[in-house]
Nanobody, 118 residues
């Protein structure tokens, strides 16, 4: 099993920055992709960004240039640096880990709330 715990959410003013962290524990395996998704009020969960263990990143177009994903494989951590935040970025941000093996296993954290005030 894999456990993911997010931290770093909170209230921030529009134009501000915030850094989210996610700690992964358990049977992570070396071949995996970690990333961030978000779900705004009344909206479906959407991709923000992902990063493989080898450093390949994938961003949804909406976040390119404003958000930066990074990870520390030694600590099994993934981060999301968010800047130029807008009220529309208000959402619960979820950490995700995809463990690649004979089958793909998908793990989710419980989420951390980010509220951007205008």
């Amino acid at each position: 099993q894999v456990q993911l715990v997010e931290s770093g959410g909170g209230l921030v003013q529009a134009g501000g920055s915030l850094r989210l962290s996610c700690a992964a524990t358990g049977r992570i395996f070396s071949v995996n992709t970690m990333g961030w998704y978000r779900q705004g009020p009344g909206k479906q969960r959407e991709l923000v960004a992902t990063m493989t263990a080898t450093g390949i990143t994938n961003y949804a177009d909406s976040f390119k240039g404003r958000f930066t994903i990074s990870r520390d494989n030694a600590k099994n951590m993934v981060y999301l640096q968010m800047s130029s935040l807008k009220p529309a970025d208000t959402a619960v941000y979820y950490c995700n880990l995809k463990r690649w093996g004979p089958s793909v296993m998908d793990y989710w954290g419980k989420g951390t709330l980010v509220t951007v005030s205008s």
